[in-house]
């Protein structure tokens, strides 16, 4: 079965240092999100990719960088962690094909900044 | 820009009763496609619903929902509540001038006790 990986799950880092939360896809999907969910603003878009090379911003992408080496991988990059990173950050990838272009979504992974 | 609106934060219930979460959207575009993800605890979110057409009914897992674009809603329905059915849910919209980008509501945490 298709898959989306993060890597790692649980990360805590401390205020100004730099984090890189990973993610991997078997889906062969063009486009791949980063999303962070926080309690009542449920899933907000930081970064989203077309495909290898590319990378667009979201609704929310101020303090964070993308990168997007290959089909399979995606990054998400903060050079100088805030407490207000403090989240659950999910990965998605999704084929842009299609009326409904459905996202599959890896596991999250929770970073604490401290 | 678009919008989605999930009136409940935090939804409980007994077991055995029904279930109906609230959905409502916002889009200039006629061209909506709208969509329940579930978020079970320890698991990655994935898809529950999706429809695109005007009054029709789509149902999967026992829940069931009805786009009314008249209304703008999109409600998620099931007829009785099981304790496995607690979990975070999500309604998102997608139109295709976002291209594959979605739209989150700020997500329903539903409880179920016995």
């Known amino acids: 079965e298709a898959a989306v990986t993060q890597s790692p799950r649980n990360k805590v880092a401390v205020t100004g240092g730099k984090v890189t939360l990973s993610c991997n896809q078997t889906?062969?999907?063009?486009?791949m999100y980063w999303y962070r969910q926080d309690t009542g603003h449920g899933l907000r878009l930081i970064h989203y990719?077309?495909?290898?090379?590319?990378?667009e911003k979201g609704d929310i992408p101020d303090g964070y960088k993308a990168s997007r080496p290959s089909q399979e991988n995606f990054s998400l990059i903060l050079e100088l962690a805030t407490p207000s990173q403090t989240s659950v950050y999910f990965c998605?990838?999704?084929?842009?094909?299609?009326?409904?272009?459905?996202?599959?979504f890896g596991p999250g992974t929770r970073l604490t900044v401290l | 820009g678009d919008s989605v609106t999930q009136k409940e934060g935090l939804v409980t219930l007994t077991e055995g009763l029904p279930v109906m979460l609230n959905c409502t959207y916002q889009?200039?575009?006629?061209?909506?496609?709208l969509f329940w993800y579930v978020h079970y605890l320890n698991e990655s979110p994935r898809l529950l619903l999706k429809?695109?057409?005007?009054?029709k009914r789509t149902e999967h897992q026992g829940f069931h929902a009805t786009l009314h674009k008249s209304s703008s809603s999109f409600h998620l329905q099931k007829s009785s509540a099981q304790l496995s059915d607690s979990a975070l849910y999500y309604c998102?919209?997608?139109?295709?001038?976002?291209?594959?980008?979605?739209?989150f509501g700020g997500g329903t945490r539903l409880t179920v006790r016995p």
């Open positions: 998605a990838s999704g084929d842009p094909t299609g009326d409904y272009a459905e996202q599959f």
């Open positions: 889906n062969n999907h063009n486009n």
């Open positions: 990719s077309y495909g290898a090379g590319s990378t």
């Open positions: 889009t200039i575009y006629s061209n909506a496609f």
């Open positions: 429809s695109s057409t005007d009054n």
């Open positions: 998102a919209l997608r139109n295709n001038n976002a291209g594959a980008k979605l739209t």
